[in-house]
């Protein structure tokens, strides 16, 4: 089983609304996690990082995570075609300090 | 500032050629990492680097050779790899610290023929 997942998409959104993304994890992986916008052919940049149950707003972006249910989601309000790209979900694993990634999600905002 | 820099930016090399990628970051980070990623998949954890000291090898073949020689540089040496090793490498970095917010450099795309 996959310790970090995430739905492939691509998910399509109009210009302006909002597009929410999520991710699910499993027991072994830690208690932080993380969102970054990758463009085709760049690296990862990152978007958010949470850590608490509750809501962190950053501009056009709110990460949500809910420990009792174990997923984590990012949306995007307002969303603007140059906000296209793949988002990976990152929990990171505390004992092996290292990132365990979802496959990402694909979104096209449509103009 | 949170950059981590690459080179080279795109590398092509022989099955038979020795190559290295260089990192750096100048964040006063203490752990660093090299990932893989083929087209289309996430990253995946190839080395992890805490206070210079190799802390995490995920099983990587021997063609792949990383090397810290302080704080801020990290190195992978490349010998003797296959066409299916060609890939995004990506280095990154991290305080060290419990929360560990990774940074992402550019990364350097690899092309083994």
């Known amino acids: 089983q996959k310790e970090v997942e995430q739905n492939s998409g691509p998910l399509s959104v109009p210009e302006g609304a909002i597009a929410s993304l999520n991710c699910t994890y499993s027991?072994?992986?830690?208690?932080?996690f993380f969102w970054y916008r990758q463009y085709s052919g760049k690296s990862p940049e990152l978007i958010m990082s949470?850590?608490?149950?509750g809501d962190k707003e950053d501009g056009r972006f709110t990460a949500q995570l809910n420990k009792a249910s174990q997923y984590v989601s990012l949306l995007i309000r307002d969303s603007q075609p140059s906000d296209s790209a793949t988002y990976l979900c990152?929990?990171?694993?505390?004992?092996?300090?290292?990132?365990?990634f979802g496959s990402g999600t694909r979104l096209q905002v449509q103009p | 500032d949170t950059e981590v820099t690459q080179t080279p930016k795109h590398l092509v090399m022989g099955m038979t050629n020795k190559k290295s990628l260089k990192c750096e970051q100048h964040?006063?980070?203490?752990?660093m990492y090299w990932y893989k990623q083929k087209a289309k998949k996430p990253p995946e954890l190839m080395f992890v680097?805490?206070?210079?000291?190799?802390?995490i090898n995920e099983s990587v073949p021997s063609r792949f050779s990383p090397e810290c020689p302080n704080s801020s540089l990290l190195n992978l040496h490349l010998h003797a790899l296959q066409p299916e090793d060609s890939a995004l490498y990506l280095c990154?970095?991290?305080?060290?610290?419990?929360?560990?917010?990774?940074?992402f450099g550019p990364g350097t795309r690899l092309l083994v023929l």
């Open positions: 990154a970095s991290s305080q060290g610290a419990s929360q560990e917010t990774q940074y």
């Open positions: 027991d072994r992986v830690s208690q932080s």
């Open positions: 949470i850590y608490s149950n």
């Open positions: 990152a929990a990171l694993d505390t004992g092996r300090r290292a990132l365990t």
């Open positions: 964040m006063g980070h203490r752990a």
């Open positions: 680097y805490s206070y210079e000291k190799l802390s």
